[in-house]
């Protein structure tokens, strides 16, 4: 549910890789909230 308007390719890139980090950021928080530490 991704939508991205921009002029360039090179700026589609940029925003796609952004997003991509964020989500991947988000991810790992929640991974490492569900673990429990031994």
Do not use: D, M, S
Request: proline share 3%; charged share 20%; hydrophobic share 55%.
């Amino acid at each position: 549910a991704l939508f991205i308007r921009t002029i360039g390719l090179g700026r589609a890139t940029v925003k796609i890789g952004i997003a991509n980090l964020a989500y991947n950021f988000r991810r790992l928080i929640w991974l490492e909230g569900r673990t429990v530490p031994v």
